[in-house]
């Protein structure tokens, strides 16, 4: 069985880079149905893709628009419940009247779903889109029901494009905490971010590596195909390319742990959160224009 790493670089090659199933054989000196298993779903080999232009699908091309609509709904939906081709072609059928291929409806996903995951490398950018978040965990004091004084972590994702945050708290430090306050946060909102910024924290990043390439822990990189977002993180000692999040842990330890609560409970104490954090967002925010100036080197 391959590794979590390997995994990952087979589903990099196929939907980021645009790699065929053959190239990415090739490329790994992988058997080509161990590749077909671990790219996703359809199992095709053609080197080359059409373009996504209406007018290179003569019966499609009407349909594109539909199609479009569908994928772009499905990045805020259950990764489990996306559309794959198949479903996308018989919704078509039955529901549009398409008397066009199977073949043509399997090429135009792929390329379009492998255009919606691409994006650009080699800088930090200063607009935020939607749909992006960032994530930290900060440390506050509680009281037992004993009145004795422990600590305890939060976790804290962010979303800078609207300033919304959300927030659960654990008693400890741990890859377990981390993916399962990220998960109860995805079954929250309804939905999954399209990408995550994070720092590099042990539980997430194995190993540092040359400039943004980082070696990630088994349980990280499994949680994060499953769920089916990317993950960027920041350089080393670097927290202000995540400066929304910082800004909100620093926030929520001043307003939703003062006075120091009483903890009984976490799982009952994470629920009250939730009603905090969605009364802290209809707070009236001040906003902060910062103006940036280019200059040629």
């Known amino acids: ?22 190239e990415i054989a090739r490329t790994t000196n992988l058997n080509y149905r161990t590749v077909c298993k671990y790219a996703l779903k359809d199992d095709w080999s053609e080197d080359d893709l059409p373009n996504l232009e209406p007018e290179s699908y003569p019966v499609l ?7 479009n609509e569908w994928l772009e709904k499905d990045k805020r939906g259950p990764r489990k419940q996306r559309h794959t081709s198949q479903r996308i072609y018989d919704r078509l059928v039955r529901e549009y009247g398409y008397k066009g291929s199977y073949s043509s409806v399997r090429r135009y ?3 379009k779903k492998a255009e919606m995951s691409s994006k650009p490398k080699g800088c930090l950018p200063l607009a935020h889109p939607q749909g992006e978040a960032q994530l930290d965990i900060g440390e506050f004091i509680y009281y037992d029901v004993h009145g004795q004084e422990h600590n305890a972590y939060s976790l804290v994702m962010s ?17 377990k905490c981390l993916l399962v306050g990220m998960k109860r946060i995805f079954e929250y909102i309804g939905g999954v971010p399209t990408r995550i910024r994070f720092d590099n924290m042990s539980t997430a990043v194995a190993q540092v590596l040359e400039g943004a390439e980082r070696k990630l822990t088994d349980g990280f990189t499994r949680f994060m195909l499953h769920y089916r977002f990317e993950a960027d993180f920041c350089n080393p000692a670097s927290g202000n390319e995540k400066g929304n999040v910082e800004n909100k842990v620093g926030y929520s330890r001043r307003n939703a742990f003062v006075p120091v609560p009483t903890i009984t409970s976490f799982d009952e ?20 224009v910062f103006e940036f100036k280019i200059c040629d080197t």
């Open 109 to 111: 996903v792929h390329k």
């Open 61 to 67: 091309g009407e349909f594109i628009p539909t199609i």
């Open 159 to 175: 979303f800078p494009y609207s300033n919304k945050a959300y927030i659960q708290a654990f008693p400890s430090q741990n890859q």
């Open 269 to 288: 104490f994470n629920e009250s959160l939730w009603a905090w954090c969605e009364n802290d967002a209809q707070r009236e925010q001040t906003a902060v």
């Open 1 to 22: 069985m391959l590794t979590m790493a390997q995994q990952q670089y087979i589903k990099h090659l196929y939907e980021v880079e645009e790699k065929s199933l053959a």
